[in-house]
């Protein structure tokens, strides 16, 4: 018993440095954060109120909320499909996903956005060639709107919802599955009644962890939505440095981690992190 209070006092000491750097690095700020938005301009909860009046606010909010949950639905869902042929493909069609899965995290956000600039703008890639061809007369807006930010958000989120699905996929134990093709279920059904249900926990972890991503997503909304696809992290940003409304933006900030904290309690309440490994 003493052996076992001694090892937990050594652990204990051991990782206190790193929770106190986390605590400097994260905890402090916010508070900083969060006293900024009672106290400027004027101490009080009144930029709180303008979250609850300011149609300007809510437009972002309700909007930051649409992109985020077609970008997790999207994402999820071909992030689904590469799973499987990951985990249950040939060797050859596993090492060609994996490759595909693992290059995205070797180039920049910033490089990934402006790669679909040049794919997606009126002179770009896809509106020549479909012009080439005669299938349109006119370029297509595929840029500087919402639909561009979610192409861009979804490619830079598909990895990271790969993971937690093909673990779930990967633990799945195959003797239900052989049991209901023994009973006679046709493979669709297999897919939908059993398969997908049995890896409920993984889609679950990954909506929730492309939906974590999403809300504070800056670089990707600001290049492809040009300015018309205002997002919650643009807004804090155009509040801090352009406006400058230092209140309102440190306001809609601590809401906004607040709103994350909430999301990634409710993660690890729903799936077990092992599983996401």
């Known amino acids: 018993m003493r052996r076992f209070r001694s090892d937990r006092a050594?652990?204990?000491?051991m990782i206190a440095p790193l929770l106190l750097l986390l605590a400097f690095c994260y905890a402090v700020p916010f508070l900083g954060v969060a006293q900024w938005s009672v106290?400027?301009?004027?101490?009080?909860?009144?930029?709180?109120?303008?979250?609850l009046t300011d149609p300007l606010v809510q437009s972002v909010f309700v909007r930051t909320l649409r992109i985020c949950l077609v970008v997790t639905l999207v994402s999820v869902a071909?992030?689904?499909?590469?799973?499987?042929?990951?985990?249950?493909?040939t060797p050859m069609q596993r090492i060609l996903v994996e490759f595909c899965?693992?290059?995205?995290?070797?180039?920049s956000v910033l490089t990934r956005a402006f790669g679909w600039v040049a794919l997606l703008s009126n002179r770009g890639l896809v509106n020549t060639w479909l012009q080439s061809i005669g299938i349109i007369a006119a370029p297509l807006?595929?840029?500087?709107?919402?639909?561009?930010?979610?192409?861009?958000?979804?490619?830079?989120?598909?990895p990271f919802a790969v993971f937690p699905i093909a673990s779930a996929i990967r633990a799945l134990d195959e003797r239900v599955l052989?049991?209901?093709?023994?009973?006679?279920?046709?493979?669709?059904?297999?897919?939908?009644?059993?398969?997908?249900?049995?890896?409920?926990?993984?889609?679950?972890g990954a909506a929730l962890i492309v939906f974590v991503f999403a809300?504070?997503?800056?670089?990707?909304?600001?290049?492809?939505?040009?300015?018309?696809?205002?997002?919650?992290?643009?807004?804090?940003?155009l509040r801090i440095f352009q406006s400058p409304d230092w209140g309102l933006g440190a306001a809609i900030s601590v809401v906004l981690i607040v709103a994350v904290g909430v999301l990634m309690a409710l993660?690890?309440?729903?799936?077990?992190?092992?599983?996401?490994v």
């Open 267 to 276: 993660l690890f309440r729903l799936v077990n992190p092992r599983q996401m």
């Open 10 to 13: 050594i652990a204990a000491l």
């Open 178 to 204: 052989l049991a209901a093709r023994g009973m006679g279920a046709s493979r669709t059904r297999i897919f939908w009644t059993v398969f997908v249900p049995m890896t409920r926990s993984g889609i679950i």
């Open 101 to 107: 899965i693992l290059v995205p995290f070797w180039i």
């Open 141 to 158: 807006p595929l840029v500087r709107n919402e639909f561009g930010v979610i192409v861009g958000m979804s490619h830079f989120l598909i």
């Open 215 to 237: 809300l504070g997503f800056f670089i990707t909304p600001a290049i492809l939505g040009g300015g018309r696809s205002v997002m919650i992290a643009e807004l804090i940003y």
């Open 39 to 51: 106290t400027l301009p004027e101490p009080g909860v009144g930029q709180y109120a303008i979250l």
């Open 78 to 89: 071909a992030a689904y499909a590469i799973s499987v042929v990951w985990v249950r493909g």
